[in-house]
């Protein structure tokens, strides 16, 4: 079975500062799609930033980027240049490939900023 | 584009009561996911289903939870009685017919609290 690991339940980041969030994930599969998701207080989850394991290159969205290490099964996020906005809970997820694989989302992590 | 509605938004009900959630996913989105997330954890799937037909219920407590979608589109997701250990967030998510990612559309969510 797969699995998501994020071992740090909290961080906390300067404004304008650069903050890395760890996670790995265990799985046997070679074809797969690793995701970061973000969720406000509001609650409602949206999607950061995804990544398709076939691809060497790491993903980059504006300020939030990937470190992808397939064989580590390591996939690290980094925020730059850190807002007040950015506070959230941050999950990394898995997906394998196929039509009706499932989301298996890891513990997340509250991320604060300080002004 | 609207994005997936979730009612209500917060309920409070006694143990042994049952109650009833309702989904509208975005408008041609075949996949509809239910979640649970607990305070403090990820979100876990419950159920998965494909137009109108479940791919996936695996870990759906069919004792007491059950769940529909109707014509494919609107889904509800019923708790008959509830439980203390219910009291979590559930959250909706939608995703297009389309390969690749699978990309999930996530709804604001119902909080349970379960007295």
């Known amino acids: 079975a797969q699995t998501v690991t994020q071992s740090q339940p909290e961080m906390s980041v300067q404004e304008a500062e650069t903050v890395t969030l760890s996670c790995t994930y265990d799985t046997s599969e070679s074809d797969y799609y690793l995701f970061w998701y973000k969720q406000p207080p509001s609650r409602q989850m949206i999607l950061v930033i995804r990544q398709e394991a076939y691809k060497q290159q790491n993903a980059t969205e504006n300020r939030f980027s990937v470190n992808f290490q397939k064989a580590a099964k390591s996939f690290s996020l980094k925020i730059s240049d850190s807002q007040l906005g950015d506070a959230a809970m941050y999950f990394c997820?898995?997906?394998?490939?196929?039509?009706?694989?499932?989301?298996?989302f890891g513990k997340g992590i509250t991320l604060s900023v300080r002004p | 584009e609207a994005g997936v509605a979730q009612s209500p938004r917060y309920k409070i009900i006694e143990k042994r009561q049952s109650v009833a959630f309702w989904c509208n996913p975005i408008?041609?989105?075949?996949?509809l996911y239910w979640y649970q997330q607990i305070l403090g954890q990820g979100p876990k799937l419950l159920i998965q289903?494909?137009?109108?037909?479940?791919?996936?219920d695996s870990q759906l407590p069919k004792d007491r939870f059950s769940a529909e979608r109707l014509k494919g589109v609107d889904s509800t997701l019923k708790i008959q009685p509830a439980k203390l250990e219910d009291s979590a967030v559930y959250l909706c998510?939608?995703?297009?017919?389309?390969?690749?990612?699978?990309?999930?559309?996530f709804g604001p969510g119902t909080r349970l609290t379960v007295t």
């Open positions: 408008s041609g989105h075949a996949t």
């Open positions: 289903f494909q137009n109108n037909g479940v791919v996936d």
């Open positions: 997820a898995y997906r394998r490939s196929g039509a009706n694989s499932k989301l298996t």
């Open positions: 998510a939608s995703s297009p017919p389309v390969s690749g990612s699978y990309e999930q559309y």
